[in-house]
């Protein structure tokens, strides 16, 4: 089947402690995107990438760091330097032309 | 600044009736916009598109319907069904920003009731 896979669905961490974010996709899309959501809020887009070994920051990049090394994979490291860490975290991706798709997110606490 | 707006938190309509779910947004370099629907604990999922140069999209007992001197655009589900129950989101782009830069709503609530 093809889809988005986020991993893990729920994730604790100590704070100051880095976490990392996986976000695997088979659908053969160029784009891939991370979106934070908050309770109440909308969808915030965190870093977006077009094409392996490129991507750009988003609205919200403070204490987010990502890589694109392979296209079917676009993880997000949230650091120690993001101030408010907790929230659920959703990755997105497309092609060139349609509309994103999503994965089914991680909820990342901090301890 | 909230470019695109949801007014409404929560909607609540009875089984087999209407659901109508509004947007507004601000910025007119927006020409493009997505509904998604979501569930507790999953993503989004995308429903139905339009773009500027049209007034109108329809699949199935989703329509989109866009008013661009408003800057306003609806999503009509009929006849609506408890599988419906999810929280909607309208989500708009500009060319000039490509399918890359959404800017969301906050989101609507919709409860059908059976």
């Known amino acids: 089947d093809g889809g988005i896979t986020q991993s893990p669905k729920y994730l604790f961490r100590k704070e100051g402690q880095n976490v990392t974010l996986s976000c695997e996709q088979n659908?053969?899309?160029?784009?891939m995107y991370w979106y934070r959501q908050d309770p109440g809020q909308g969808l915030r887009l965190i870093y977006y990438?077009?094409?392996?070994?490129?991507?750009q920051k988003g609205d919200i990049a403070e204490g987010y760091s990502v890589s694109r090394e392979k296209k079917e994979s676009f993880p997000l490291t949230v650091t120690s330097a993001q101030k408010n860490p907790t929230a659920f975290y959703l990755c997105?991706?497309?092609?060139?032309?349609?509309?994103?798709?999503f994965g089914d997110g991680t909820r990342l606490s901090i301890l | 600044d909230q470019q695109v707006k949801q007014n409404s938190p929560s909607l609540s309509v009875q089984e087999g009736r209407i659901s109508i779910l509004n947007c507004d947004y601000t910025?007119?370099?927006?020409?493009?916009f997505l509904w998604y629907k979501k569930y507790p604990a999953e993503g989004p999922t995308f429903l139905i598109s339009?773009?500027?140069?049209?007034d109108k999209n329809e699949d199935g007992r989703f329509t989109v319907f866009l008013n661009k001197s408003a800057k306003h655009l609806s999503l009509h589900i009929v006849p609506s069904q408890p599988g419906d129950s999810a929280v909607y989101f309208c989500?708009?782009?500009?060319?000039?920003?490509?399918?890359?830069?959404?800017?969301f709503g906050t989101g609507t609530r919709l409860t059908i009731i059976p």
């Open positions: 339009i773009s500027s140069i049209k």
């Open positions: 990438s077009q094409i392996v070994n490129d991507f």
């Open positions: 997105a991706s497309s092609t060139r032309s349609g509309p994103q798709h």
């Open positions: 989500a708009a782009s500009a060319a000039n920003f490509g399918n890359e830069k959404l800017t």
């Open positions: 659908l053969n899309h160029d784009a």
């Open positions: 910025n007119s370099m927006f020409d493009y």
